[in-house]
């Protein structure tokens, strides 16, 4: 991600942009670093960026298929995605912070007096808070 960033500032923005992809393929955190070239407003570097994402994409299609490649990403949503959507309470991610603060239930926790403490300044669905941005 980081050598993306120097890459772009040393005019190389190719190089910079298939490192970035290829970032954001491994670990998909590094898509702030693409955020930033957004808010910079580089669309020649974010359009480069975005087709060597689709080429990385397309890899395991070549390699194992249509139908192995479709499973495998069903399995990736499945055990990378899906989990956030249930997040405990408790946790401390900054996504279950946004589960405490904008869900109408109770957190898990109890004051002094054994009654739920309710820490939340809007009150959405679960349905709604599944829409929040993954920050993992």
Known sequence: GVAAIYLFERDRKLLGALLLAFSISIKIITIFIFLYFVFKREYKFILYTFAFILLFA???FLVFGIETSIDYYQAWVKNNLEPFAKVNHKNQSLFGMFRR???NESPGMAGPLQENVFVNVLSLSVELT????DTS
Not at 130 to 133: M, N, Q, R, S, T
């Open 130 to 133: 599944i829409l929040l941005p």
């Open 101 to 103: 603060l904008f869900m």
């Open 58 to 60: 397309l890899v395991p």
